[in-house]
Nanobody, 123 residues
Framework: QVQLKESGGGSVQAGASLRLACANS????????MAWFRRAPGEEREFVAA???????SYADDVKGRFTIYRDPVKNEAYLWIHILEPEDTAVYYC?????????????????WGQGTQVTVTS
């Protein structure tokens, strides 16, 4: 069973860093690709980052260098470090998972989704 739950969101000032976590209380996700998407107010949900079971990663162009995705297979969790937060990072951040092997940047391959965690960045 896969039930993803995000945590770590909140209201922070611009320039701060934040770590989001995605946990699954069911089966191991060590063979899954894990990803983060986000939806800003009034916008479509967009890809942020993905990491597959081999540790290969991919990032959206506008977050490269500031966002880091990684995973802890022992804890059955995936994480997203967001450095130097900007007001434009304000969004609901969603965790997603798929048992396919690629680091997909579109929503289609991802079978499982969390409910999201709100990140609000104030200037």
């Amino acid at each position: 069973q896969v039930q993803l739950k995000e945590s770590g969101g909140g209201s922070v000032q611009a320039g701060a860093s934040l770590r989001l976590a995605c946990a699954n209380s069911g089966r191991s996700l060590s063979s899954f690709t894990m990803a983060w998407f986000r939806r800003a107010p009034g916008e479509e949900r967009e890809f942020v980052a993905a990491i597959n079971y081999r540790g290969s990663t991919s990032y959206a162009d506008d977050v490269k260098g500031r966002f880091t995705i990684y995973r802890d297979p022992v804890k059955n969790e995936a994480y997203l470090w967001i450095h130097i937060l900007e007001p434009e990072d304000t969004a609901v951040y969603y965790c997603a998972a798929t048992d396919a092997g690629g680091t997909y940047s579109t929503e289609g391959p991802y079978k499982f989704w969390g409910q999201g965690t709100q990140v609000t960045v104030t200037s």
